[in-house]
């Protein structure tokens, strides 16, 4: 079975810093897919980055970039100089390549920017 | 280009009712997915429509069905309503095997 694991419920960053935002993951599959989203309060998901399991570089999107250690089966996200706006929940999900594309999410971390 | 669009965006519903929430998906896309969000939980995987059939399903009784429409718009129906359904409905679009744009969702109240 495939399981997301989001273990930071809340975080907060100040303005303009960096924040790392944990996900980990569990699959027997070999080829997988893993995602970010961002969710505002008006309950959009909005894809940010995504990084496939045979990539060897580490994906990145402006200021997302995902930081994977596959043996570790870890897919943090690190948001850059935060902005107001980032404060939203993030979901981390997995999809595997093989059948149907559904995701798998985790529970999610709330991110407060702090001006 | 009109991305994700769902209906209605809130709805207020008694147990033991019916109701039908509706999505069109992205210019292009032929994939619908369906996800259930509780409060302060991820999105759980309803189902998924490809070419007017039910592609795959998760863990939902059969009270949840759905239908997709030739132009790949899609409908989630749900039967005998309990107050465990309240949640936002999440519709997410894609051409298959690709990348899930998802709409804002449907809030459903059940009380």
């Known amino acids: 079975a495939q399981k997301i694991t989001q273990t930071q419920p809340g975080m907060f960053v100040q303005e303009k810093e960096a924040v790392t935002l944990d996900c980990t993951y569990d699959?027997?599959?070999?080829?997988?897919?893993l995602f970010w989203y961002k969710q505002p309060s008006s309950g959009e998901m909005i894809f940010l980055i995504y990084?496939?399991?045979?990539?060897?570089q580490n994906a990145t999107e402006g200021r997302y970039s995902l930081n994977f250690q596959k043996a570790r089966k870890s897919a943090n996200l690190v948001i850059s100089a935060s902005q107001l706006g980032d404060s939203a929940m993030y979901f981390c999900?997995?999809?595997?390549?093989?059948?149907?594309?559904?995701?798998?999410f985790g529970t999610g971390t709330r991110l407060t920017v702090i001006p | 280009d009109a991305g994700v669009t769902q209906s209605p965006t809130h709805l207020i519903k008694t147990r033991g009712q019916q109701v039908t929430l509706r999505c069109s998906p992205k210019?292009?896309?032929?994939?619908v997915s369906w996800y259930q969000q509780a409060l302060g939980q991820g999105p759980q995987f309803i189902f998924q429509?490809?070419?007017?059939?039910?592609?795959q399903r998760g863990n939902f009784p059969d009270r949840f069905s759905g239908h997709q429409f030739p132009n790949y718009s899609s409908e989630l129906n749900v039967n005998a309503l309990l107050l465990g359904d309240s949640a936002l409905y999440l519709c997410?679009?894609?051409?298959?095997?690709?990348?899930?744009?998802f709409g804002p969702g449907t809030r459903l109240t059940v009380t």
């Open positions: 999900a997995m999809r595997l390549q093989t059948g149907a594309n559904n995701l798998f």
């Open positions: 990084q496939g399991s045979y990539d060897e």
């Open positions: 997410a679009s894609s051409l298959e095997g690709y990348e899930q744009y």
């Open positions: 210019s292009g896309h032929d994939t």
């Open positions: 699959t027997s599959d070999q080829s997988y897919g």
């Open positions: 429509y490809y070419e007017e059939e039910e592609r």
